[in-house]
């Protein structure tokens, strides 16, 4: 039996009120954002976006520093041949905007029969409503919020049981929890969520419940799933050399 085999099961969580995730104040913070690329192994960065050619991605993975720190503690804590890695971190509005259309367009195409609220609700429930407003961003806006699976010894990403970002029910960071009789390969998934998602808690993260890869620190969702009452991170923007002489001038 693997030592993730005798891991806890991940509890079952309510999707987010995503009304009362934004009436929580943001304390606000100056904490850079920091490019995982910097980082040494095993941590390392796959920009996932950027590399799917999704139109505005950044080629690297930012995230706030306390973010880097802690994330570099989670990959050192995860057993010998294993990789923590990050698919995405801080996200530019326009690629916010972008996932949230396409989805919206997909499902819609699929299911014409959803009226607007339904159809917004089933959106939310894989990419964020896009929003620049200072009090209440998109998570990944923030750099508090981060994209991660986790890799073997050769680099590959290990079977999670979806992909990432595969919008179905099995994505539900808990979903393979419910199988009574899992076979080998659910086994052998559900195990690595729990690895997963027990190392990333630890280092003090949050889930979004129907996400496993998506943890957030800082933001708005992890002051609402981690009882917090205050978020640390509010909108941020790259350190652009256009940005540093405006400061400067």
């Known amino acids: 039996m693997s030592s993730a085999a005798l891991l806890p099961a991940i509890p079952q969580h309510a999707e987010p009120d995503w009304a009362a995730v934004g009436r929580l104040p943001i304390a606000g913070s100056d904490e850079p954002l920091v490019p995982v690329s910097l980082a040494p192994p095993p941590l390392k960065a796959y920009p996932a976006y950027a590399r799917l050619g999704i139109p505005g991605a950044v080629n690297d993975c930012h995230v706030r520093e306390t973010v880097y720190r802690r994330l570099l503690a989670v990959a050192r804590a995860l057993p010998d041949g294993l990789t923590l890695l990050v698919l995405d971190g801080w996200r530019p509005w326009r690629v916010q905007q972008y996932l949230f259309e396409t989805l ?6 699929h299911h014409p ?7 917004d609700a089933r959106t939310r429930e894989f990419v964020a409503e896009p929003s620049r407003a200072p009090d209440r961003p998109s998570p990944h806006l923030t750099g508090g919020a981060v994209d991660v699976t986790l890799c073997d010894a050769d680099g590959l990403p290990l079977d999670m049981g979806t992909l990432f970002d595969e919008a179905v ?16 390969r659910q086994r052998r998934a559900r195990d690595n969520r729990r690895r997963l998602y027990h190392t990333m808690r630890a280092e003090g993260f949050t889930n979004l419940p129907s ?8 933001d708005q969702l992890w002051a ?8 640390h991170y509010g ?3 790259l350190d652009t050399i256009e940005h540093r002489w405006r400061r400067q001038l």
Do not use: C, K, N, R
Request: charged share 25%; no cysteine.
């Open 224 to 231: 609402h799933y981690g009882d917090h009452g205050v978020a």
């Open 113 to 119: 029969e959803l009226p607007p609220g339904e159809l």
């Open 104 to 109: 919206q367009d997909i499902l819609h195409e």
């Open 235 to 237: 909108p941020a923007e």
């Open 169 to 184: 029910p099995a994505s539900h960071t808990a979903a393979l929890e419910a199988l009574a009789t899992p076979d080998e």
């Open 211 to 218: 996400e496993w890869w998506h943890f957030d620190l800082g």
